[in-house]
T-cell receptor
């Protein structure tokens, strides 16, 4: 089965704390892509990052970093020194091959609340 | 460079009615996908359009149908609305027939409420 699990339903932190959002995936494909999207209250899904199954190097972008571990089928997302503007729902997604093209399979999302 | 746009922003319908939602893809993109996001859940894939044809379909009934126009914009139609159709409907676009490497960019969504 092609599946994404985000076990943390909601996380609350105080501003400047570091926070890690967990993502575990299942796929039968040998080549696949993983994504993280942010959904602020406005509703639009904002693309954050894409990683392919052959690249296990960690990635850092400003206060954001991602840890991809194929051995544990995990693709975790860490926000360093969190800010109130980081408050949103975060989705992890897996790109699934179809007969034509691909689709995204999303986890249930993690609500992040950053308090000042 | 305009991103993905959707209309209307909000919509209220009653059970049994029909609804049409609209989407314009990001400039340079010709593939449009539709997703349904129920409250508190992740988006679920409905279908994907490329070259004015439905290329892929998720696990949704035939009450859900769509169309893609020559300018790549798309419509999602839902007939015989049920209370369970209340959700945020998201449109996403990407260039070419969506491959594994392609990132889908999303619009702001249409919030549909069925009473």
């Amino acid at each position: 089965a092609q599946k994404v699990t985000q076990a943390q339903t909601e996380i609350s932190v105080v501003e400047k704390e570091d926070v890690t959002l967990d993502c575990v995936y299942e796929t039968r494909d040998t080549t696949y892509y993983l994504f993280w999207y942010k959904q602020p209250p406005s509703g639009e899904l904002v693309f954050l990052i894409r990683r392919n199954s052959f690249d296990e190097q960690n990635e850092i972008s400003g206060r954001y970093s991602w840890n991809f571990q194929k051995s544990t089928s995990s693709f975790n997302f860490t926000i360093t020194a969190s800010q109130v503007v980081d408050s949103a729902v975060y989705f992890c997604a897996l790109s699934v091959t179809m007969e034509y093209g691909n689709k995204l399979v999303f986890g249930a999302g993690t609500i992040l609340r950053v308090k000042s | 460079d305009a991103g993905v746009t959707q209309s209307p922003t909000h919509l209220i319908k009653t059970r049994g009615q029909q609804v049409t939602l609209r989407c314009s893809p990001k400039s340079g993109h010709d593939t449009v996908s539709w997703y349904q996001q129920a409250l508190g859940q992740g988006p679920q894939f409905i279908f994907q359009y490329y070259e004015e044809e439905e290329r892929q379909r998720g696990n949704f009934p035939d009450r859900f149908s769509g169309h893609q126009f020559p300018n790549y914009s798309s419509e999602l139609n839902v007939n015989a609305l049920l209370l369970g159709d209340s959700a945020l409907y998201l449109c996403a676009s990407n260039p070419g027939l969506a491959g594994l490497t392609d990132t889908q960019y999303f619009g702001p969504g249409t919030r549909l409420t069925v009473l």
